[in-house]
């Protein structure tokens, strides 16, 4: 990870599978090109790992993610322009919310 001006700021651990057009926020790893899995990875620092905690209902890849104070709503993408999927605070799965008017990539 760098800083704004270029520096280094930190490394990032390996991830232990392949994944591609997948969204970072916070401390959440989502979506990307893994077949038949669709769960988000949450970084441990202390451990310096990535872990598999949050279930998604579809698969998502090349989307869009906004992480809010109410949790982390993934939008669009490759598989299913068209929909979302909302992960509230506190909660382990993702819920469908709500299907946009315009595709997302």
């Known amino acids: 990870v760098l800083r704004a001006d270029g520096k280094r700021w930190c490394q990032l651990p390996?991830?232990?599978?392949?994944r591609v057009?997948?969204?970072?926020?916070?401390?959440?790893?989502?979506?990307?090109?893994v077949?038949?899995?669709r769960y988000c990875l949450e970084l441990n620092?202390?451990?310096?790992?990535f872990k598999p905690m949050?279930?998604?209902n579809q698969n998502f890849k090349n989307h869009s993610?906004?992480?809010?104070?109410?949790?982390?709503?993934?939008?669009?993408?490759q598989?299913?322009?068209?929909s979302t999927e909302f992960l509230q605070n506190g909660?382990?799965?993702?819920?469908?919310?709500?299907n946009l008017t315009s595709p997302a990539w």
């Open 14 to 18: 390996n991830l232990n599978e392949y």
């Open 35 to 37: 077949k038949k899995k």
């Open 45 to 49: 620092s202390l451990k310096g790992v």
């Open 65 to 77: 993610s906004w992480k809010s104070k109410n949790g982390l709503l993934l939008m669009g993408g």
């Open 21 to 33: 057009g997948f969204s970072l926020s916070g401390s959440l790893l989502c979506g990307g090109a």
């Open 54 to 56: 949050y279930l998604t």
């Open 91 to 98: 909660e382990t799965k993702f819920k469908s919310k709500f």
């Open 79 to 82: 598989y299913n322009p068209l």
